[in-house]
């Protein structure tokens, strides 16, 4: 068992990720290609925030599961031969199984989200209220 920690990092400090199109990526937790950020978690954990005015490509690593939550504006997420439009207010979790797979992002106008990407601890999961334990005791 692992005591819980709060983990902090100025804003200064937070690396950026920047192309010619003009899209944006803040590396808050993780990496991003060779961009690390300056927290590191327990767990491998890449926290994300994009801002994209033109497509934008992340590789998924395997045997993770990635989480994309549109914070404004509105985003095509394409992973192989799936595509899902997110409106704001929306998300969708894709499982990245056997090797890894590039997500490929075309946001309509401009859009903001969140990626998180994280190992699945293959644990059970028991909801009550708001609180989310793996067991109901």
Known sequence: FRSPQMLYGRSSAIPVWKDTGGNHVRV?????????????????????????????????????????YVLSGSVTVAAGNTKTVLQEGEAVGIRIEKSDESLLF???????????????????????????????E
Do not use: C
């Open 28 to 68: 808050l937790s993780g990496e991003l290609g060779e961009l690390h950020a300056p927290v590191e978690p327990v767990e491998p954990f890449d926290f994300l925030d994009a801002r994209l005015e033109t497509r934008w490509t992340y590789l998924a690593k395997k045997r993770r599961t990635v989480m994309v």
């Open 106 to 136: 075309s946001p309509k106008g401009t859009a903001h989200l969140l990626l998180l990407s994280g190992e699945n601890p293959n644990e059970p999961v028991a909801a009550n209220g708001p609180f989310i334990m793996n067991t109901q």
